[in-house]
């Protein structure tokens, strides 16, 4: 019994050493869910509620009309549309890039290897902000914004290129973790390497490919810094550019409630993924997710 207290005792005393940490997060969702719920309000409120402050004063109703008149009539399809096709473009040719690179950089010793991994660490600690004008000068030179066509292309290529170092040194773990026993099976059996590493390799490491596939589309969601600058034509702009044409253009219109709901569009996305996939994201990260 002494044993039994002595041990609910430090388990008591360990966990008030945990309250400071267990007060800030608890901070930190509070203010969260605080702030989004009034957004989710003002989305279905009026623009003179929103400045009488009785967003949620719904005496007259849910507004669900703010949300069609952002869709159609403040151009949010098609920002939704187009950083839907960069994402999912960008996502899919990262993995196709990424998940050979890394790994052969895991299997595979040649002269350089140890090179592309350090020159890897080191570009993916480069800020963007370092490289954005050489990049800007050149494209521009070239004139590759000038159409539209070419001006998504390097768009996407901008996207895929500057993820390139964090997505093939995040799956390097995942794929040194696979057994080397199941390619010698496979080889004894007569399949190719490259064969072997797509059916067999690349499903065991699905934990880490999911993982970094959705960090990978939620950061190019919601980029904003490489579309201002190589955007230049409203129809290619994605929702993190939209919406700051939409605020500067609440000057003029002053429609409050319909940016609101047109901030409720872009966010959902990406809460959904969290959402749904967060038991993915989770064993991602800790290597809990089996096929």
């Known amino acids: 019994m002494d044993e039994n207290k002595r041990r609910r005792g430090l388990n008591i005393r360990g966990q008030l050493k945990l309250a400071p940490g267990y007060l800030v997060l608890a901070t930190w969702v509070s ?8 957004v989710v309000g003002a989305s279905l409120s009026t623009t003179g509620d929103i400045f009488r402050g009785t967003v949620f004063d719904f005496s007259t109703g849910l507004h669900f009309e703010n949300y069609s008149r952002a869709w159609i009539g403040s151009n949010v399809s098609v920002y939704f549309a187009n950083s839907l096709v960069y994402a999912v473009i960008s996502c899919v040719l990262l993995i196709a890039l990424c998940a050979p690179f890394a790994y052969v950089l895991v299997r595979h010793r040649f002269p350089g290897s140890r090179l592309l991994k350090t020159g890897l660490a080191a570009a993916s600690g480069v800020p963007i902000i370092m490289v954005i004008i050489p990049l800007y000068m050149i494209i521009a030179r070239a004139g590759l914004l000038k159409d539209e066509a070419t001006n998504r292309i390097v768009l996407i290529t901008l996207f895929v ?22 390619e010698e099976a496979a080889s004894i059996d007569g399949c190719h390497p490259i064969r072997a590493f797509w059916q067999i390799v690349f499903p065991m490491a699905q934990g880490g490919l999911t993982t970094v596939t959705i960090f990978n589309f939620i950061n190019i969601w919601n980029e904003y810094f490489l579309s201002l600058l190589f955007v230049n034509s409203e129809k290619l702009r994605p929702v993190a550019l939209g919406l700051f044409s ?25 809460f959904l993924i969290y959402i749904c996939l967060s038991k993915y994201i989770i064993g991602g990260l800790t290597g809990g997710v089996k096929g």
Do not use: C, E, H
């Open 246 to 270: 939409m605020i500067n253009g609440m000057q003029l219109s002053g429609d409050w409630s319909g940016l609101f709901a047109s901030v409720m569009i872009v966010f959902a996305p990406t």
């Open 31 to 38: 203010f969260t869910f605080v702030v989004l719920f009034w």
């Open 161 to 182: 290129g500057t993820k390139v170092p964090y997505t093939t040194i995040f799956l390097q773990p995942y794929f040194d973790s696979v057994s080397r026993a199941y």
